[in-house]
């Protein structure tokens, strides 16, 4: 068989994979583009890497735009022949025996992403935290200590660390008056507790967005009057 019948080949078993996931075809005329711009020698590569393992297909839908429901999973993975259900292999905590389940489970190979950022590379020891800017009400210059990004934040919420959120982001992230408050807590008696600080206070942050917005004449509900 020649290398443009393999391609061939593969496309048309692309497509029967392909149609009940992505109807519209945009990752089979992606593959199309792919194979049709290689030479035969990297074809071949890509199909070693394919056999071997070490090069897979993938299927790139957009986030919210493109759907796909279960049924479709299933049946084009029973169209592929790609066993999604399997028994598995446990080992009793008591007796240290392995048993094999009595029902199948579903197997998936799940994306883990590792965050780049850590709170405690970030880290320094400032020698006050007197110096508070004008407009955040957030510690500033030489004396900050730390920061915290968006994706630390969805990091800790997503483990259910809310209040941790609440000391970094409100207390500490630009409300005076409960910053004030809490840090003489620390200071008089060596801990401070989230539960006795004002419920109504709002941060700096909040103020001055809510004044940006106001003068740009929308209307916002930044700040309850």
Same mark, same amino acid.
């Given at each position: 068989m020649t290398i443009s019948e393999k391609r061939k080949k593969i496309l048309a078993y692309l497509k029967t994979a392909l149609k009940t996931i992505d109807p519209g075809g945009k990752n089979l005329a992606r593959y199309t583009e792919l194979f049709n711009k290689m030479s035969e020698a990297k074809f071949t590569k890509l199909m070693q890497g394919l056999q071997s393992g070490d090069w897979e297909f993938h299927i790139y839908l957009p986030n919210m735009k493109e759907r796909v429901s279960t049924d479709d999973v299933l049946a084009a993975a029973k169209t592929t022949g790609c066993k999604l259900f399997h028994r598995i292999w446990l080992t009793d905590a008591n007796t240290g025996k392995k048993y094999l389940s009595r029902h199948a489970y579903p197997i998936y190979q799940i994306p883990v992403r590792r965050m780049e950022q850590f709170l405690d590379k970030k880290m320094s020891v400032p020698d006050s935290d007197k110096t508070i800017d004008g407009l955040t009400g957030q510690v500033t210059g030489k004396d900050q200590a730390s920061s915290i990004s $968006?994706?630390?934040?969805?990091? %800790? @919420?997503?483990? +259910? %660390?809310?209040?941790? %959120? !609440?000391? %970094?982001?409100?207390?500490? +992230?630009?409300?005076?008056? $409960? @910053?004030? !408050?809490?840090?003489?807590?620390l200071e008089e008696h060596g801990s401070g507790n989230l539960g006795t600080l004002n419920d109504n206070s709002i941060s700096r942050t909040a103020k001055v967005a809510s004044v940006y917005l106001d003068a740009m004449h929308i209307v916002n509900n930044l700040v309850e009057e």
């Open positions: $968006n994706p630390e934040i969805q990091g %800790l @919420y997503s483990r +259910g %660390l809310t209040h941790t %959120l !609440d000391e %970094l982001v409100t207390v500490r +992230g630009g409300d005076i008056a $409960n @910053y004030g !408050d809490f840090r003489s807590q």
